[in-house]
């Protein structure tokens, strides 16, 4: 059982380049989110999807785009890198209802860019 | 006001000590409450969920939610240099809105 695949694990980016963060899921679960983590910042969502189709802004969302095109995928989008942006991020999903909703992460992937 | 607050530590303790990891949390509306522990350079993986106030129980671990002072807790029994990582703790606000403590990383000493 995979639960939730994050891709590339590691990456250095130039300053100016895009890239894209692949996450899947297995779990057949509605929610995903994608997180950063900083030291002393603890984690923050950037964006996050309520089902297929659907993608909506959470915290931090400036700087990154997100596409759920399927319901297993919820990808994370760098369209002109920063070195702000140097951080580790998490793929997370969940059920969409009731209580004993809990979240899963991904390995995480952690972004430098120079 | 963040809504979860946790003293990112660190801890530092010899093993076979009990620990106790805490959270507070600022909305009473907050139904479940979730432990994660995270070893260096991976992802939180889930330890232990309650629902509303009381305790649960699962081997060394046992994980406490006081609602009336909105405070929860982590104690760790015999613990072992295996349990040293990174404990985060989160509540859910309904809605699929999950908040996060910053972390309290512990070390367990041989």
Known sequence: NAGVTQTPKFRVLKTGQSMTLLCAQD??????????????????????????GTTAKGEVPDGYNVSRLKKQNFLLGLESAAPSQTSVYFCASSYST?????????EGSWLTVV | QKEVEQDPGPLSVPEGAIV?????????????????????????????YTYSSGNKEDGRFTA?????????????????????????????????????GSGTKLNVKP
């Open chain 1, 98 to 106: 009731g209580a004993g909703n809990t979240i899963y992460f991904g």
């Open chain 2, 64 to 100: 406490q939610v006081d609602k009336s002072s909105k405070y929860i807790s982590l104690f760790i029994r015999d613990s072992q240099p295996s349990d040293s990582a990174t404990y985060l703790c989160a509540t859910g606000g309904g809605f699929n809105k999950f908040y996060f």
């Open chain 1, 27 to 52: 779990m057949n679960h509605e929610y995903m989110y994608w997180y950063r983590q900083d030291p002393g910042m603890g984690l923050r969502l950037i964006h996050y999807s309520v089902g297929e």
């Open chain 2, 20 to 48: 106790s990891l805490n959270c507070t949390y600022s909305n009473s509306a907050f139904q479940y409450f979730m432990w994660y522990r995270q070893y260096s350079r991976k992802g939180p993986e889930l330890l232990m």
